[in-house]
């Protein structure tokens, strides 16, 4: 679209008042298209999100199924607090979880002071971002994703979408199918702030440590790609 045909849409908007239909202002949106989609670093959704998570400061693990899932928190957990215990959700993706197979001990309900620990299922993954999506409520409290010191989120593959505009579609299509949640958290990366004497700080008022575990047919060469992907940055110091 010209320049010009952009500028007339916008005046005809602009000075339509009251008087347009709902049926003129959804035809002139239309008319207005889309943005390009933003270019996805990797050669698919796994390998671009994986990487955008790592260039996020976020660490990652990729597994099979669930059997696979537990093993990966637990011994994530393990090397990090030398326990087996957590907090998760009452979602029920993660009370059918396996949880014995890797000696995890999980407490489900809400973090409660002292708790290092959380655990969160994802209902979607953003390439563009390496951002993931939580609906929060009872069954996954947002104190889970936003006070742990160690917060760790489970994705499926599945769940991967290109881009905002279709994890905004997936959720309003959602919307009409579930009960509304109490809220949507987009987290892209463990709580940082640069205000503290103009220093890059984490943890300051949020967890300092965010795990990602994807979870599904994740391309064999999907993982390496990300983590080439994301070397440059890490040598650059561009992650501090």
Known sequence: MSDSARASIFARIRYSGSGASAAEIA???????????????????CSSFLANVLLNRGTVDVVGNRSEA?????????????????????????AAMPWR??????????????????????RLGVAETGAVVTFTGKANPAANNLLPENHIVVIDVA??????EMAWSRIAHAMTT?????????????S?????EGKLVYGAHGPR???VILLGEVPQAALGEAQAIAAPAATTGELD
């Not at 239309?30 to 959704?45: F, M, T």
């Open 70 to 94: 537990v093993t990966a928190v637990g011994k994530y957990i393990y090397q990090h607090y030398r326990t087996h215990r957590l907090v998760a959700g009452n979602d029920p993706r993660l």
């Open 178 to 190: 579930e009960q509304r949640p109490r809220g949507i958290n987009f987290i892209a990366g463990p």
């Open 159 to 164: 769940d991967l979408v290109p881009d905002m």
């Open 209 to 211: 440590h965010w795990h």
């Open 101 to 122: 197979d890797a000696g995890v001990l999980p407490r489900f309900g809400e973090l409660e002071a002292g708790e290092p620990v959380a655990l969160s299922y994802a």
């Open 192 to 196: 940082s702030t640069g205000d503290i």
């Open 27 to 45: 035809a002139a949106r239309e008319a207005l298209g889309r943005a390009p989609a933003a270019n996805l670093p990797g050669s698919d959704l």
